[in-house]
């Protein structure tokens, strides 16, 4: 796929997507969007239920340890920020947070954070840009987060080089909620089956959801190989989320299915 026909690819995927996501019920109302993510109902309370154990870790291993570290309130970048709930929940701790997402609409888009941003205009920030072409200068950040996000994707390598481009020298860099497997052969399984679906899943949209060649999921010797010649070194903070999600590995071998994946928490420092 070259340069221009990327472009129209990702410009339709955008558009798509956030239909998709309209249709899955991710356009909250005031309400519900402040209480993310500890959404008790609803059609997507169950995925909230392992989100916020997710943040919870976050917070409590790598938030607050980093801004003891610095005794000053953080510069973070939220990768993936979509309507912005992760950066209003920094900002309730003091921080300074920048939301980054390649979409803008209303939807779950950038632009589904106005009204965060209606009464405290200066609550965060928002930028619309790949993470792979970060619109900041060297050593802006104390903190980058990878939001739901970095299976989004297309170069993990790059990727993972523009982040640590940004963040200062000993800051930190995390992955939330991005599927992990232990085993290759796992990972590629979900993307087929994910193919398979396709057409029941998106319907009309699978084209143009599937156009763009996404790493889909990380593994453990993956974000390693793509780390090494960076200098990064991960660490994994295991997460407990409820007993129903940590049963799914027992559910799945007595169904002789693949392996499900986790979405535990992951970081590195920067050198």
């Known amino acids: 796929m070259n340069t221009l ?30 209480a993310l993510p500890y959404l008790r109902s609803g059609p997507l309370g ?45 900002a309730l701790e003091g921080h300074r947070t920048v939301a980054v997402d390649v979409r ?49 994707a297309l170069d993990l390598h790059s990727v993972l080089a523009e982040a640590a481009r940004v963040v200062r020298g000993g800051g930190r ?29 998106f319907g009309s949209r699978a084209g143009a959801l599937l156009s763009l060649p996404f790493i889909e999921f990380l593994t453990p010797e993956r974000l390693s190989s793509a780390s090494r010649p960076l200098g990064l070194e991960w660490r994994r903070h295991r997460v407990r989320y409820p007993l129903r999600y940590e049963l799914r590995p027992l559910l799945a071998r007595l169904r002789r299915a ?5 979405f535990d928490l992951w970081e590195t420092t920067v050198p």
């Open 258 to 262: 693949r392996t499900p994946s986790r």
């Open 104 to 152: 803008e609409d209303a939807v779950d888009g950038l632009g589904a954070a106005a009204p965060y941003l209606a009464a405290r205009p200066t609550l965060f920030s928002r930028a619309a840009a790949s993470f792979a072409d970060l619109p900041f200068r060297d050593r802006s950040f104390d903190l980058a987060v990878f939001n739901a996000a970095l299976h989004y």
């Open 46 to 90: 169950a995925q909230w239920a392992i989100r916020e154990r997710t943040f919870d870790a976050f917070v409590r291993r790598v938030l607050r340890p980093a801004a003891l570290r610095k005794a000053a309130p953080l510069d973070i970048v939220d990768l993936g920020a979509g309507n912005g709930w992760l950066c209003y929940r920094t």
């Open 173 to 201: 860099i995390a992955i939330l909620d991005s599927p992990f497997y232990f085993s290759d052969r796992d990972g590629q399984a979900m993307v087929e089956e994910k193919h398979r679906q396709a057409k029941r899943v």
């Open 5 to 34: 026909d990327q472009r129209e690819a990702a410009a339709r995927f955008r558009s798509e997507y956030a239909a998709h996501r309209a249709g899955e019920g991710r356009r909250y109302e005031v309400e519900a969007l402040y």
